[in-house]
Every structure is written in structure tokens, then in C-alpha cells.
């Protein structure tokens, strides 16, 4: 049996999802998700993977959250103040197929 971040790194290897989408489908909360995917991006290095993120952005005024460390959803846009934020996907990609690097 896997633990719930072999799961999720088992997920992301095979599509891309966004944290809402993991949640549902290993039944564990939202929040949870961030704190392991958190881990998962520091502990594939040394695999040569590298977890690629689609960010957030704001669906009021297209403002995309490009330079945001923390992987969690944030509250509101700093541009507009609004709270209608698209959620951003994850996916783990090795780093010799798309040639960036780590």
C-alpha cells in the first residue's frame, strides 16, 4: 500500500490536477493536499523530476500569480481585491524530457 504522498506523486506523474482534484480523489482535505505537495516538490529532486505548476489566476482581471512561492490558494487578487481565483495545477515532469533544470 502507497502513502498518501506516493498517491499523489503517483497522480501527478500521470496528469495534471489541481489540488481540488487530488483532494477528491484520495478522500483527504484540500488543505492537506498543499502541505504534502509542499514536500513532494523538495523530495522528487534527487529523482531528476521537477513538480511544474500552472499558477493561480485571477478571474476577474486575468492577473497571474507567476511569482508566488507558497502553493496554497490565495485569498484574493492584489491587483483587483477579488476573491474569484482559479486554481492552479500540478504536474510532475522529469527534468532531461523538457530540458529545464532543477
Known sequence: MQTIRQQIMSLLKNYEM??????KALGIREKTVYEHLEHIRYSIKPQKKKLMIHP??????????????????PGRCPQCKQGHIEAATFKIVNIGDIGVKA
Not at 18 to 23: G, K, L
Not at 56 to 73: M, T, W
Open 18 to 23: 489541481n489540488a481540488r482534484e487530488i483532494s
Open 56 to 73: 493561480f489566476h485571477c478571474l476577474v482581471c486575468d492577473y497571474i500569480f507567476k511569482d508566488r512561492k507558497r502553493l496554497s490558494r
